[in-house]
């Protein structure tokens, strides 16, 4: 086990064209959001494993003695490509108290944590004692991959500290990048906590937060995009609870009922999709304002379509509103019903603007940041390149 202080982050994701049609078979482009989740992990010389998540008012704390007896079901022959087992999380759930009066959030979050950190110690031969800390700049619930980004953030911390793989960071360097086997393991760990978690996921999340970038998804497979500008945006979060389950099934009846109407609508969306990723391989090539009205119309349209297929909301349509008084454009990303929506920013968008857009839709009620797409994956961190407001979380260091 190494026997220094490490610090990782990893980025949450938005989808920025294909959702909804990406369940009927059409390809989603999902991007990296720059705003991470970040871990610190502390040797501990006490035998005890600690874990504080502060964002949701969560503190545990075993020893690593009485953890012991729960490797019995996570056999060092497991490999990444296999599942959690049913058995295997009941066992975790007893160990751990948690029971249906237990909040969700809390609960998930600690089963995915003892699940990895088992998983990692049957695999290396040992019980670290260490201590965790993790802070995100995420909301949770927001369906921008705060699960999937805090999965990533474990995978690579428990398999670094435990000497499964390296870790990246050289002495004198601010930001390390593991090698891409490495970053392949580092994901396969953190999609089994995001089955934790979801049970099912498509797996998309957990590949943005370890890759970074953008991804192409389609019928399960999933690319990275070779070339992804780094794209300024407003995130903003209209704190609006919807179920993603709700709206996808109302979709589907809308399919069902009117197929001749709804089927040019997904091929219209497959298509912007594709235009988009060709938009961004011309902005490789050739850098210039002149691409960015296009990817405006393209999430105009986009948008139009959500709502016909009927995942609109009045709280979406306001910030689409707000941000196309102050010259913006804007379209939800997700499930829609609520929840975010993406604003894109030029580059030559006055300071002025922004602000004033900000300002306008919090006084809407809504959460706003200024942030960026096309973030790069997880990533090592030293101690100096950490934000005042991260040390801050993790104990002021």
């Known amino acids: 086990m190494l026997a220094r202080t490490l610090f990782v982050s990893a980025p949450g994701k938005v989808i920025l064209h294909g959702e909804h049609a990406v369940v009927h078979g059409k390809a989603a482009l999902a991007v990296a959001v720059n705003l991470r989740t970040f871990l610190k992990w502390a040797p501990r010389n006490d035998g005890k494993v600690s874990v504080e998540l502060p964002d949701i008012k969560t503190s ?40 249906d009066t237990t909040a969700a959030t809390q609960s998930l979050a600690t089963l995915a944590f003892l699940y990895l950190y088992l998983s990692v110690a049957s695999k290396c031969g040992l019980m670290p004692s260490v201590a965790i800390v993790v802070c995100s700049e995420l909301p949770t619930g927001a369906g921008l991959g705060s699960s999937a980004a805090y999965s990533v953030c474990l995978a690579g911390a428990l398999l670094s500290g435990c000497g499964v793989i ?66 300024r945006i407003l995130l903003t979060n209209t704190q609006v609870p919807r179920s993603t389950k709700v709206l996808v099934a109302g979709v589907k009846d809308k399919i069902l009922k009117f197929p001749a109407v709804m089927q040019p609508v997904l091929a219209s969306i497959d298509a912007i999709s594709q235009e988009c990723e060709n938009i961004f391989e011309a902005m490789a090539e050739h850098p210039s304002l002149e691409h960015y009205p296009v990817l405006e119309e393209l999430m105009d349209i986009n948008q139009h379509h959500l709502n ?34 993406i604003t894109l920013l030029r580059p030559d968008t006055a300071a002025s603007v922004v602000e004033a857009t900000i300002g306008d839709l919090r006084n809407c009620g809504f959460e706003c940041w200024e942030t960026d797409i096309g973030a790069p994956g997880i990533r090592a961190h030293s101690l100096q390149s950490l934000k005042a407001e991260v040390l801050q979380a993790f104990g002021g260091m």
Request: contains cysteine.
């Open 60 to 99: 545990l704390c075993w020893e690593t003695a009485k953890l012991q007896p729960l490797l019995v079901a996570f056999p060092a022959d497991q490999v990444e490509s296999q599942p959690p087992s049913p058995e295997q999380i009941e066992k975790l759930k007893e160990f751990a108290g948690l029971n």
């Open 308 to 341: 016909v297929m009927g995942v609109g909301h009045p709280s979406l349509d306001k910030v689409c509103q707000v941000t196309a008084s102050n010259g913006l454009h804007s379209k939800l990303t997700g499930a829609g019903g609520g929840g975010c929506a």
């Open 166 to 231: 390296g870790y990246p960071l050289e002495e004198g360097q601010s930001v390390g990048r593991w090698f891409e086997e490495e970053l392949a393991l580092i994901n396969s760990w953190a999609f089994r906590g995001e089955q934790v978690i979801h049970g099912n996921p498509s797996g998309v999340d957990n590949a943005v937060g370890t890759r970074g970038g953008a991804l192409r998804y389609q019928l399960g497979k999933i690319c990275s995009l070779k070339s992804v500008p780094s794209l």
